[in-house]
């Protein structure tokens, strides 16, 4: 079962498989959540298992919503196959991952 956690003070926290099959029901929680922040927000992939292109789609729904309510997002533990997705694609650039 994949679920999100809101973890702390502007990171939420992505669990199971990241699969379009599993995505799309995330999504509007995720947008909701976003709606909530007032700063900079975090996904954190760090309990995330497989993750397929629809997990990248996610992501940049949420940049986009992001993006017009002026809030910062970034990525914490992006999944290799998701970065390797990315690359393939050329949307690794658009991907703000966290410096740890």
Same mark, same amino acid.
């Given at each position: ?34 709606e909530?922040?007032?700063? $900079?927000?975090? =996904? /954190? ?9 629809s *997990?990248?789609?996610?992501? &940049? !729904? ?5 993006? $017009?309510?002026? =809030? /910062? ?9 998701? *970065?390797?997705?990315?690359? &393939? !694609? ?11």
């Amino acid at each position: 079962m994949t679920t999100v956690e809101q973890a702390q003070n502007g990171v939420l926290k992505l669990k199971g498989d990241l699969l379009f099959s599993t995505v799309v029901p995330l999504r509007k929680e995720i947008l909701a959540w976003l709606e909530r922040q007032s700063s $900079r927000c975090v =996904l /954190d992939f760090t309990d995330t298992g497989r993750v397929d292109s629809s *997990a990248l789609a996610l992501y &940049l !729904v949420c940049e986009r919503a992001a993006r $017009r309510q002026g =809030l /910062d997002l970034c990525v914490k533990n992006l999944p290799a196959d998701m *970065a390797s997705i990315a690359g &393939l !694609v050329g949307l690794d650039e658009v991907l703000h991952q966290l410096a740890e």
